[in-house]
C-alpha cells in the first residue's frame, strides 16, 4: 500500500490534471461514458457536444427518433448500438424524475453499463470514491508492479485493497493522462519518467553514456540514447 500511496502522490504533483474531476450534471457523464466506449477522446467529445446542443434533458433524449439520435454520435463509431443504449438509458432516467442511480449495483442494471462505466458516473459525476478501470489503469497498474491481473475487474477490485481510499477519486484520471502522455502502451517514455526508480517493467528504455568523436577526432561529446 505504501508503494502504491507514494506512486501516485508523485503522479498527481507531476502530471497535471486537465479538467474538474467532478461534472454537475451526472447524466451527462454517463451518456458520455456510454459514448466513450471503443472510441477516442476527440470523436466522444464531438458527438457528445452535438447530442447535447439538441436534446438537452433525459425526457427529450428518451423522445427523439432513433434515426436522430444516430446521427448525432455517428462520430463516436458503434452509433446504432450507442443510440438504442442511451435512448432506453434516457427512457428509465426519465422516469426516476431525471435522477441518474448513484450506487454501483443500480448504476450497472443499466443497458450499457459495466462496472468501468459505472464507476466513471460515480467519480465524476457524483464526486464518490471508486475506481474506475479503462485500458490505460489495468495497463500500467500491472506494469508499474503494483497488481498482477488478467482482466479489468480483477485490476480494480486489487487497487481498491493497495490503494488508500483517499485516492480513489483522482486515480483514474491520474494513470490516463499518465498512460497518454508518458507510459504509452507502445515505446513509453521512460526516460521522462518521474517515477522510473519505482518501476520494475523490464521492457523500458534506459539512457545509455557514449562518448562520440567528431569526423577529425579532435572534440569529444557525450549523448543519449
Not at 47 to 53: D, G, I, P, T, V
Not at 166 to 173: G, V, Y
Request: hydrophobic content about 35%; charged content about 35%.
Amino acid at each position: 500500500m505504501e508503494r502504491a500511496e507514494r506512486i501516485l502522490e508523485i503522479l498527481k504533483r507531476e502530471i497535471p490534471l486537465d479538467w474538474i474531476l467532478v461534472d454537475d450534471d451526472p447524466f451527462r457523464v454517463l451518456i458520455r461514458t456510454v459514448l466513450s466506449q471503443r472510441t477516442r477522446d476527440e470523436n466522444t467529445d464531438r458527438a457528445s457536444r452535438m447530442l447535447f446542443e439538441r436534446y438537452g434533458s433525459p425526457g427529450e433524449i428518451a423522445d427523439a427518433p432513433l434515426s436522430e439520435i444516430e446521427k448525432l454520435i455517428r462520430a463516436s463509431g458503434f452509433y446504432r448500438q450507442k443510440a438504442r443504449k442511451i435512448k432506453e438509458i434516457s427512457r428509465i432516467v426519465a422516469e426516476n424524475s431525471g435522477r441518474v442511480p448513484e450506487s454501483l449495483e443500480e448504476l450497472v442494471k443499466l443497458p450499457g453499463v459495466g462496472r468501468k462505466t459505472a464507476n466513471c458516473v460515480l467519480v465524476y459525476g457524483f464526486g464518490k470514491p471508486a475506481i474506475p478501470v479503462d485500458t490505460h489503469v489495468h495497463r500500467i497498474a500491472n506494469r508499474l508492479g503494483l497488481v498482477k491481473t488478467r482482466r479489468p475487474e480483477e485490476t480494480e477490485r486489487e487497487l481498491e485493497r493497495i490503494v488508500p481510499r483517499r485516492l480513489w477519486i483522482e486515480l483514474n484520471e491520474v494513470f490516463v493522462k499518465f498512460g497518454q502522455r508518458i507510459c504509452r502502451p507502445v515505446r513509453p517514455r521512460c526516460r521522462e519518467c518521474p517515477i522510473e526508480r519505482l518501476c520494475p517493467y523490464e521492457g523500458k528504455q534506459k539512457t545509455k553514456t557514449r562518448q562520440v568523436s567528431d569526423k577529425i577526432g579532435r572534440v569529444s561529446f557525450i549523448y543519449h540514447e
